[in-house]
């Protein structure tokens, strides 16, 4: 009897608890959701290196596709959603006739409620991913930064080096979405630096047929110039600003022009004004050698040049010159930044002209060099 006396109150609030309702356990509310999608792309106005614009043309200079990963958060170290990690972004057209250009994801990332952190590489076929550090941070996996690179005159985006690109929103911050803001902004930036050489003969000396730039040597005393091991396996490139990690030091850098694409030397520029007596100048077309180096500053280089005739290295027919008596040119190579060198050969060797910094797509404008 006990046990039936404290049954029943149990039983009769059960039935109370269920009168009272009346109603169905609600079904939870499906979280409102939205894709991501770029709605503009650009490069930066001192990022056209290699990428020179967007669009959807497959030239080599041109930026068609671009790699993204969302992680979930301002502060989280883990993807938006497991099941799309990362998403390729590719121009498909011109599709109002008025430069507004469309970009589609080939997969669908559904962003809700929560925020998430926009991430943004190029080239798209590198690897970026949240690496294996603690805390977890987005990056560019294995960038290969040559010390040996060639380059092709006339056209400043044939390099076999790699343009490598980070995202950031057009104030260059890392862009924050969610369902309500799913529509981003991306601006390109650079993560390396360009450098360029503009190169003349001394007054007074004429060009020839074997006065073709064919290569130049960067040479650094004390181990300054950042390049990747071989493999790269341990190099990153941070997505959230493009510094590079795990790379390693080398005493020269080495730009060689291929063999059908050489640019011959300037001939001297007289001064036309009598205060620039003491000078001459140039207005080199196109700089006859480039590459794209890792930031490095607070150093010096030492400089060679070799010069010939059209065609590959040949040691016989082919002469050196260098930074006279062990002089050296200052090294301030910062992310992002172009950076113009002018040079005179002479029979003693080479000199330098002040150092120009200019947007990555400008002509080299005159530049006073010294006089022998």
Same mark, same amino acid.
């Given at each position: 009897?006990?046990?039936?006396?404290?049954?029943?109150?149990?039983?009769?609030?059960?039935?109370?608890?269920?009168?009272?309702?009346?109603?169905?356990?609600?079904? =939870?509310? @499906?979280?409102?959701?939205?894709?991501?999608?770029?709605?503009?792309?650009?490069?930066?106005?001192?990022?056209?290196?290699?990428?020179?614009?967007?669009?959807?043309?497959?030239?080599?200079?041109?930026?068609?596709?671009?790699?993204?990963?969302?992680?979930?958060?301002? $502060?989280?170290?883990?993807?938006?959603?497991?099941?799309?990690?990362?998403?390729?972004?590719?121009?498909?057209?011109?599709? $109002?006739?008025?430069?507004?250009?469309?970009?589609?994801?080939?997969?669908?990332?559904?962003?809700? $409620?929560?925020?998430?952190?926009?991430?943004?590489?190029?080239?798209?076929?590198?690897?970026?991913?949240?690496?294996?550090?603690?805390?977890?941070?987005?990056?560019?996996?294995?960038?290969?930064?040559?010390?040996?690179?060639?380059?092709?005159?006339?056209?400043?985006?044939?390099?076999?080096?790699? $343009?490598?690109?980070?995202?950031?929103?057009? @104030?260059?911050?890392?862009?924050?979405?969610?369902?309500?803001?799913?529509?981003?902004?991306?601006?390109?930036?650079?993560?390396?630096?360009?450098?360029?050489?503009?190169?003349?003969?001394?007054?007074?000396?004429?060009?020839?047929?074997?006065?073709?730039?064919?290569?130049?040597?960067?040479?650094?005393?004390? %181990?300054?110039?950042?390049?990747?091991? @071989?493999?790269? %396996?341990?190099?990153?490139?941070?997505?959230?600003?493009?510094?590079?990690?795990? %790379?390693?030091?080398?005493?020269?850098?080495?730009? %060689?022009?291929?063999?059908?694409?050489?640019?011959?030397?300037?001939?001297?520029?007289?001064?036309?004004?009598?205060?620039?007596?003491?000078?001459?100048?140039?207005?080199?077309?196109?700089?006859?050698?480039?590459?794209?180096?890792? =930031?490095?500053?607070?150093?010096?280089?030492?400089?060679?040049?070799?010069?010939?005739?059209?065609?590959?290295?040949?040691?016989?027919?082919?002469?050196? +010159?260098?930074?006279?008596?062990?002089?050296?040119?200052?090294?301030?190579?910062? *992310?992002?930044?172009? +950076?113009?060198?002018?040079?005179?050969?002479?029979?003693?060797?080479?000199?330098?002209?002040?150092? *120009?910094?200019?947007?990555?797509?400008?002509?080299? =404008?005159?530049?006073?060099?010294?006089?022998?």
């Amino acid at each position: 009897m006990c046990g039936i006396k404290y049954l029943l109150p149990c039983l009769f609030l059960t039935a109370c608890t269920v009168a009272e309702t009346g109603l169905p356990e609600k079904e =939870p509310v @499906e979280e409102e959701t939205s894709a991501l999608s770029v709605r503009t792309l650009s490069l930066d106005a001192g990022t056209k290196a290699v990428y020179e614009k967007t669009g959807a043309d497959n030239a080599a200079n041109i930026l068609k596709t671009i790699g993204v990963l969302v992680t979930k958060g301002s $502060d989280s170290r883990e993807y938006y959603s497991s099941l799309v990690e990362k998403q390729i972004f590719t121009c498909s057209s011109n599709n $109002d006739g008025g430069g507004t250009l469309t970009w589609t994801a080939d997969k669908i990332l559904n962003l809700g $409620d929560a925020d998430g952190t926009v991430y943004a590489w190029a080239p798209s076929d590198a690897e970026g991913k949240l690496d294996d550090s603690s805390p977890k941070i987005p990056v560019l996996s294995a960038p290969a930064i040559l010390s040996e690179q060639s380059f092709a005159y006339g056209n400043e985006w044939e390099t076999n080096q790699t $343009d490598y690109l980070y995202g950031t929103d057009t @104030e260059k911050k890392t862009p924050v979405v969610n369902h309500l803001n799913s529509s981003v902004a991306l601006s390109m930036q650079h993560a390396l630096a360009k450098i360029s050489f503009c190169v003349m003969k001394a007054s007074g000396q004429t060009v020839t047929s074997e006065d073709y730039v064919k290569k130049v040597e960067l040479t650094s005393s004390n %181990t300054a110039f950042v390049v990747s091991p @071989e493999p790269a %396996t341990n190099v990153v490139m941070r997505l959230t600003d493009g510094v590079l990690t795990g %790379t390693s030091t080398a005493t020269s850098l080495t730009l %060689t022009a291929v063999t059908d694409k050489q640019g011959q030397v300037a001939e001297w520029s007289e001064p036309t004004e009598p205060a620039e007596a003491a000078s001459g100048s140039t207005d080199v077309t196109f700089a006859q050698a480039y590459g794209l180096v890792a =930031p490095c500053t607070g150093t010096s280089m030492g400089v060679k040049i070799t010069l010939g005739p059209t065609g590959a290295l040949d040691a016989e027919k082919d002469h050196t +010159y260098q930074t006279k008596n062990n002089t050296s040119v200052n090294v301030n190579w910062e *992310q992002g930044k172009h +950076y113009v060198y002018t040079m005179t050969v002479t029979d003693r060797g080479i000199e330098f002209g002040e150092v *120009q910094v200019i947007g990555w797509d400008e002509t080299p =404008p005159a530049v006073s060099v010294p006089v022998e």
